[in-house]
């Protein structure tokens, strides 16, 4: 049986794979896995929050009465982005917390994610014993036993508060314009009103959710409509947040991009210049544009690579003392300030370098080039025998030859599925499309089943 806890938490499509059942049931394991206290201590507490999602209506409900039947005084945060419900949990000293979204997935989806104590994420061997958990017969509390459940209406100003005091400066964004695509998510408040706070000119796009619009043509996975708003209204930046807002990307006043590694480089420089950035290292994942590490290199900084997720980037991150981390997709984890990837918070201390230098994004992105990058899924393969088979390896390593330092290639077997992902970067988009093809075909051929 495939295990429930995927690496963001528990995911699918709602009322579907992600029933109410589900949800009251896992509530119950997580609250007695994480919200007892034994015959003498304190009740457990515990947060709640949900993106804008319709049927994350149903889930919160369902949510709230396993966690109280359990025994567990609930806190209801509302609509709040992921990253919000995990500085409450800190915030407020909860047991835990459990937010509802399903990120930049589509609609149709949603997911559980939990939160331990402190706001970091539950470690891989408590998230199998509340799996354990689902379904074993337990004692119901009655009357004063049960648990107890209240609004925190303030949740949300609490929040904006946080992260507008990390830049420790009163406007200090006035005169910017900016244009904040919220997705029709959770931070179609919050965004806008953070950036505000500090004296941005704000326009904000997709900010009128209506349960069913979260992601749909807009955030960081469509920044399609971002780009025109910015170039239409003569706007210095554009910040594109995701669904629950723990993604990030950017584009200048042109109207291009500027990814999450262009994002990190920004910061790993800024922090290096103020003596933040512990050990003049950035993490960052695998597939990180090599551009990213030769820039960083230039500068004196270390980018220490992970394993795919933002897990194995917060995980170095907490072992090692390390203050900034990220993924390509934007997902920015900046720890003096959060446990987990903060698109707004990243967003605003993106816009305060702008301010504080007077350079424009373009030119502060371009301390980077990114190489050009090929990544071709090969379907209907053996995974397992990636690193094993003896000609897939040779021509992995007659390719690397080939690119003699001035590229990379990366086969990455999905955890999900019969795949391999093939991906090459090279001084020419010709040279690693050629490449990609190549070894996508010997893929194909040695590993079918």
């Known amino acids: 049986m495939a295990r429930l ?228 209204r003569g706007a210095d930046l554009g910040i594109a947040l995701d669904g629950d807002a723990d993604r990030c990307l950017a584009v200048d006043h042109e109207g291009t991009v500027v990814d999450g590694d262009q994002i990190m480089a920004i910061l790993a420089l800024t922090m290096k210049e103020e003596h933040r950035l512990h050990h003049d290292t950035l993490v960052a994942t695998v597939m990180s544009n090599l551009g990213l590490i030769i820039a960083m290199r230039e500068h004196g900084i270390h980018v220490d690579q992970t394993k795919v997720g933002d897990r194995y980037v917060v995980e170095s991150m907490n072992a090692n003392g390390f203050s900034l981390g990220g993924e390509q997709s934007g997902h920015v984890v900046m720890n003096e300030f959060s446990t987990t990837g903060d698109g707004v918070l990243t967003g605003l201390h993106v816009a305060a370098r702008i301010a504080r230098t007077g350079r424009p994004l373009a030119e502060l992105a371009s301390v980077m080039t990114r190489l050009p990058q090929v990544l071709i899924n090969v379907p209907d393969v053996d995974k397992t025998r990636t690193n094993l088979d003896g000609d897939v390896v040779a021509a992995v390593a007659a390719a690397e030859a080939e690119l003699a330092g001035q590229g990379r290639v990366l086969l990455r077997p999905s955890g999900t599925e019969p795949l391999v992902r093939v991906m090459v970067e090279a001084k020419t988009e010709e040279k690693a499309d050629e490449i990609a093809e190549r070894l996508a075909a010997i893929v194909e051929d040695r590993l079918h089943l």
């Open 5 to 232: 806890f995927g690496t963001d938490g528990v995911r699918g499509l709602a009322n579907a794979d992600l029933t109410a059942e589900l949800a009251l049931s896992l509530s119950v394991a997580a609250a007695h896995v994480i919200g007892d206290h034994g015959e003498t201590a304190r009740r457990g507490v515990a947060i709640v929050g949900r993106d804008t999602r319709a049927s994350g209506e149903f889930l919160e409900a369902a949510v709230v009465a396993g966690l109280a039947s359990a025994g567990v005084d609930v806190i209801r945060a509302g609509i709040v982005p992921t990253p919000a419900l995990a500085f409450l949990v800190a915030h407020l000293e909860t047991d835990f917390g459990v937010m509802l979204s399903a990120s930049h997935n589509p609609m149709p989806d949603n997911g559980i994610k939990i939160f331990a104590r402190g706001g970091v994420k539950l470690p891989d061997d408590v998230e199998d014993h509340i799996e354990a958990q689902i379904g074993a017969e337990w004692t119901r509390p009655t009357g004063p036993g049960v648990g107890r459940v209240v609004d925190d209406a303030g949740a949300i100003e609490t929040y904006i508060d946080h992260i507008t005091s990390s830049l420790g400066q009163e406007n200090v964004l006035a005169g910017l314009d900016v244009v904040i695509d919220c997705a029709n998510g959770a931070a179609y408040r919050t965004g806008p009103a953070a950036f505000t706070a500090l004296g941005a000119n704000v326009t904000a796009i997709h900010a009128d959710p209506d349960g069913y619009n979260i992601n749909y043509h807009a955030g960081s996975t469509h920044i399609e409509s971002l780009q025109a708003e910015v170039v239409a």
